[in-house]
């Protein structure tokens, strides 16, 4: 089913005749500065659970260029070991994690050093090479005395950060490198939501500071989730901080993630906007981005722990692929030289937004949607500014050829993406302008290139 085309897109229009639009002539503009590259794309961008092997079209997943995968098929501990081949071989991804699940069968039933022995050992019978090992999902949400995650208002208290070391964490880890000293281990996964979990940044740095003093510090330290919808910057601030602090105390770490960054408990979770803030904070914190999987709440009518859901970016039944899957298809086939947002570092107040620039393919390429918790944003302005000098690969005659894909919030599949806008508009003083409407949750996609 082909998308409806929801937004409208104005070019070289002054703020007066914006007005008689209906346009505000306050409307927000996100620069970017072609004259300032910040670093190579990373992409770093990943799933959890939420699939089940052959059975979607291999393209869905191949296309959109999944980099990492937290567990398998479902919850199940020995889930991963199941869908292992399916990722590695057929679908392309190269980074599988393994979650012990040290709360669930068949590991629940075993002492932790024996689950944790079992996990390892049957990874190396079957010649499977995970890149990291996980000990326990949400520890800061989890009591031993329950059969699941425990929740703040379940009658035991969720485990202390003392006990969970003891009890858990290093009798785990240490079996761990027992039965196989080069592996990768990655935790403590836990949630960084205030409201969930009061004090949770403390008890996540109290966890740092106890894993050095006792020798088992994770090669990968991860954290789910964050207080608020600004998702690039608070996770950039907070990867600096783990970073600065592992550093300050003379250890060191191969990476940071996290492990779960949104979930599909509403709309707003599986939009195109929402997802350009998740792939900002892949390339500006330098870390994995695992999109969630599960949620209590349908979307669209869609429940999304059964698989293959594909962390939500699906249809109900599976039978298509929603606005959203696009936006991760274009940030999968972009590359290039990130380029500096004049505005802030993701974007304006209301603007969410990444560009790169590669010279070798003569594109640039932009993502921009409507920051989480704004409204629709008539006559956004995308502004390229040191075009001419900077990146005269995309410009001739002082002219760059432009094409705007619409990236709506949609409910039904989507076939295609729309074109908005294709053709040349002007370099003037150095700098394009492109100017149009962007729904709430939408997104748009633009890509220049030489007339």
């Known amino acids: 089913?082909?998308?409806?085309?929801?937004?409208?897109?104005?070019?070289?229009?002054?703020?007066?005749?914006?007005?008689?639009?209906?346009?505000?002539?306050?409307?927000?503009?996100?620069?970017?500065?072609?004259?300032?590259?910040?670093?190579?794309?990373?992409?770093?961008?990943?799933?959890?659970?939420?699939?089940?092997?052959?059975?979607?079209?291999?393209?869905?997943?191949?296309?959109?260029?999944?980099?990492?995968?937290?567990?398998?098929?479902?919850?199940?501990?020995?889930?991963?070991?199941?869908?292992?081949?399916?990722?590695?071989?057929?679908?392309?991804?190269?980074?599988?994690?393994?979650?012990?699940?040290?709360?669930?069968?068949?590991?629940?039933?075993?002492?932790?050093?024996?689950?944790?022995?079992?996990?390892?050992?049957?990874?190396?019978?079957?010649?499977?090479?995970?890149?990291?090992?996980?000990?326990?999902?949400?520890?800061?949400?989890w009591s031993p005395n329950d059969p699941v995650q425990s929740k703040p208002d379940l009658p035991h208290p969720p485990i202390s950060v003392e006990e969970f070391m003891q009890k858990v964490w290093i009798p785990a880890f240490r079996a761990i490198k027992k039965a196989d000293p080069s592996a990768n281990v990655f935790g403590p996964s836990t949630t960084m939501v205030s409201k969930v979990m009061p004090n949770c940044r403390e008890k996540l740095f109290a966890f740092i500071d106890a894993a050095i003093e006792t020798n088992t510090l994770p090669e990968y330290i991860n954290w789910h989730f964050q207080d608020g919808h600004n998702i690039a910057e608070s996770h950039t601030k907070l990867a600096n901080e783990i970073r600065a602090h592992v550093t300050a105390k003379g250890a060191r770490i191969k990476g940071i993630a996290a492990g779960e960054t949104i979930r599909p408990g509403d709309e707003r979770n599986t939009s195109p906007s929402v997802a350009i803030d998740v792939f900002a904070a892949s390339e500006f914190a330098d870390m994995d981005q695992?999109?969630?999987?599960?949620?209590?709440?349908?979307?669209?009518?869609?429940?999304?722990?059964?698989?293959?859901?594909?962390?939500?970016?699906?249809?109900?039944?599976?039978?298509?692929?929603?606005?959203?899957w696009w936006t991760y298809q274009f940030y999968a086939k972009t590359s290039g030289e990130r380029l500096k947002c004049l505005e802030g570092m993701s974007g304006s107040a209301n603007l969410v937004g990444l560009a790169f620039a590669d010279a070798s393919s003569k594109r640039i390429r932009v993502l921009v949607g409507a920051r989480d918790g704004s409204n629709h944003q008539p006559g956004s302005v995308v502004q390229i500014d040191n075009l001419a000098s900077s990146a005269p690969y995309v410009v001739k005659n002082n002219k760059v050829r432009v094409r705007v894909l619409n990236n709506p919030q949609t409910e039904t599949a989507v076939e295609e993406l729309t074109s908005a806008f294709e053709g040349e508009l002007p370099v003037e003083n150095g700098a394009v302008k492109i100017t149009g409407d962007i729904l709430k949750w939408g997104a748009l996609l633009l890509e220049l290139s030489p007339p």
């Open 290 to 324: 695992i999109h969630a999987a599960w949620s209590a709440i349908p979307v669209y009518g869609q429940k999304t722990s059964p698989e293959p859901v594909l962390g939500g970016l699906l249809t109900k039944d599976y039978s298509g692929r929603r606005g959203v």
């Open 1 to 141: 089913m082909p998308p409806q085309k929801r937004t409208s897109i104005s070019f070289r229009l002054p703020a007066l005749a914006l007005c008689f639009l209906g346009t505000s002539v306050f409307a927000e503009t996100i620069t970017f500065d072609a004259a300032t590259p910040e670093g190579p794309k990373r992409g770093r961008v990943g799933f959890l659970n939420s699939i089940k092997a052959d059975v979607l079209p291999p393209e869905w997943i191949t296309e959109i260029a999944p980099s990492i995968w937290r567990g398998g098929a479902g919850w199940n501990p020995d889930g991963a070991f199941e869908i292992y081949e399916y990722f590695t071989k057929k679908v392309g991804v190269k980074r599988v994690i393994l979650e012990l699940s040290l709360n669930r069968k068949p590991n629940r039933d075993l002492p932790i050093e024996a689950a944790a022995e079992r996990m390892v050992n049957k990874a190396k019978k079957r010649g499977q090479t995970f890149d990291s090992i996980e000990i326990q999902n949400e520890p800061n949400l």
